[in-house]
């Protein structure tokens, strides 16, 4: 009997201490579980993101939850700022275009004596030009290949992403500078190289240098397309608008010297002359330049009053002639 309870005794505290074993177990896993400070490794990975997300709602998305007409408000004053900036633009570009297209109404003088100094220019320059053909052609490489590809789209295709990028930078971030760039550049080019170009490369007919004719071959109306220079016409026509806008000498020689490459790279394709492109450069510079300086007079663009890199035709004592590209470096005046 006393035996039968000694085990029975023995038996039940067996149970006892294996429930407590179980329980010591079972808080221990739950711990393990349920604490924030030693969560499982299958878990970890996924506990920075769901933090910064947590992070970013709690900063960004409790104010517009906090205050919603005082955001309400603040979209509304950036929106309003962005729109006006737009219309102006809008405006920008319909009084420039409008000037470039009526603006030989009111040549004086000195313009038509600059305008026959450069076609006289352009005249003298066409003696190089089957020179400079036979130079060009000579000296292809895959390098000169691989340039050519990359400047040459700076004066068509390419141009029109630089003209928006000015332009949105300028309604986004409302920068004038920038947005009078874009509204002038498109006025400037849709002249220089949508309608004056065109026009005069309809009525001339010049067969290109890679048609192997002889460098004075027109055929008006025939559809030849080499004089003068579109892309050269597009590329000066923003250069200009650039240079005339931004005061920075360096902006300026960037500007001209990018066009400049787009010329020369036409030329390497054999697709113009060296007259085309000294036509094109002078066409898009000089609708160019006058677009920004009416604008700045008018007050609708900003205008840049000391443009320090300037285009102009160069005439030497022995006969020669050519373009030089005149830089002012600003001094400090203190």
């Given at each position: 009997?006393?035996?039968?309870?000694?085990?029975?005794e023995?038996h039940?505290?067996?149970?006892?201490?294996?429930?407590?074993g179980?329980?010591?177990v079972y808080i221990g896993t739950?711990?393990t579980?349920?604490s924030?400070?030693n969560?499982?490794r299958?878990?970890?990975?996924?506990l920075?993101?769901?933090g910064?997300?947590f992070?970013?709602?709690?900063?960004?998305?409790?104010p517009?939850?906090a205050?919603?007409?005082a955001?309400?408000s603040?979209?509304?004053?950036?929106?309003s700022v962005r729109v006006t900036?737009?219309?102006?633009e809008?405006?920008?570009?319909?009084k420039?275009?409008?000037?470039?297209v009526t603006?030989?109404?009111g040549?004086?003088?000195?313009t038509a004596?600059?305008?026959?100094?450069?076609g006289?220019?352009?005249i003298?320059?066409s003696s190089?030009?089957?020179a400079?053909?036979?130079?060009?052609?000579r000296n292809?490489?895959?390098?000169?290949?691989a340039?050519?590809?990359?400047?040459e789209?700076l004066g068509m295709?390419?141009?029109?992403p630089?003209?928006?990028?000015?332009?949105?930078?300028?309604v986004?971030?409302?920068?004038p500078?920038a947005?009078?760039v874009?509204?002038?550049?498109?006025?400037?080019?849709l002249?220089?190289a949508g309608?004056?170009?065109p026009?005069?490369?309809?009525?001339?007919?010049r067969?290109?240098?890679?048609?192997?004719h002889?460098?004075?071959?027109?055929?008006?109306f025939?559809g030849?397309?080499?004089?003068?220079?579109?892309?050269t016409?597009?590329?000066?026509a923003?250069?200009s608008?650039?240079?005339?806008?931004?005061d920075?000498?360096?902006?300026?020689?960037?500007?001209?010297g990018l066009?400049?490459l787009?010329?020369?790279?036409?030329?390497?394709m054999g697709a113009h002359f060296?007259?085309?492109v000294?036509?094109?450069a002078?066409?898009?510079?000089?609708?160019?330049?006058a677009?920004?300086?009416?604008?700045?007079?008018?007050g609708?663009g900003e205008g840049s009053a000391?443009?320090?890199v300037?285009l102009?035709?160069?005439?030497?004592r022995?006969?020669g002639?050519?373009?030089?590209l005149?830089i002012?470096?600003?001094?400090d005046t203190q």
């Amino acid at each position: 009997m006393r035996e039968r309870q000694a085990r029975a005794e023995d038996h039940r505290s067996r149970r006892e201490s294996q429930a407590a074993g179980l329980q010591q177990v079972y808080i221990g896993t739950t711990m393990t579980l349920e604490s924030p400070c030693n969560p499982p490794r299958s878990m970890r990975p996924h506990l920075f993101p769901a933090g910064l997300l947590f992070a970013w709602i709690m900063v960004f998305m409790t104010p517009v939850i906090a205050t919603p007409q005082a955001v309400d408000s603040t979209v509304a004053a950036a929106r309003s700022v962005r729109v006006t900036r737009l219309q102006n633009e809008s405006n920008l570009f319909r009084k420039s275009f409008s000037y470039g297209v009526t603006s030989p109404k009111g040549w004086t003088v000195e313009t038509a004596t600059r305008i026959a100094g450069a076609g006289a220019l352009v005249i003298v320059l066409s003696s190089q030009d089957d020179a400079l053909r036979d130079v060009m052609s000579r000296n292809q490489s895959s390098t000169l290949d691989a340039v050519e590809s990359v400047v040459e789209p700076l004066g068509m295709k390419a141009s029109f992403p630089i003209i928006g990028g000015f332009l949105l930078t300028g309604v986004i971030f409302d920068e004038p500078r920038a947005a009078a760039v874009g509204a002038e550049a498109l006025a400037s080019s849709l002249i220089a190289a949508g309608i004056i170009t065109p026009t005069i490369k309809l009525v001339v007919g010049r067969a290109r240098p890679r048609a192997d004719h002889e460098p004075y071959t027109f055929d008006p109306f025939s559809g030849a397309q080499s004089f003068p220079s579109g892309h050269t016409t597009q590329a000066f026509a923003i250069a200009s608008v650039i240079a005339g806008e931004y005061d920075s000498p360096w902006i300026q020689v960037s500007a001209y010297g990018l066009a400049s490459l787009v010329g020369i790279a036409r030329m390497y394709m054999g697709a113009h002359f060296i007259s085309d492109v000294a036509a094109g450069a002078m066409i898009g510079t000089t609708v160019g330049t006058a677009i920004v300086r009416h604008a700045g007079r008018s007050g609708t663009g900003e205008g840049s009053a000391n443009q320090h890199v300037r285009l102009e035709p160069l005439l030497t004592r022995n006969g020669g002639a050519g373009v030089q590209l005149r830089i002012r470096i600003p001094q400090d005046t203190q």
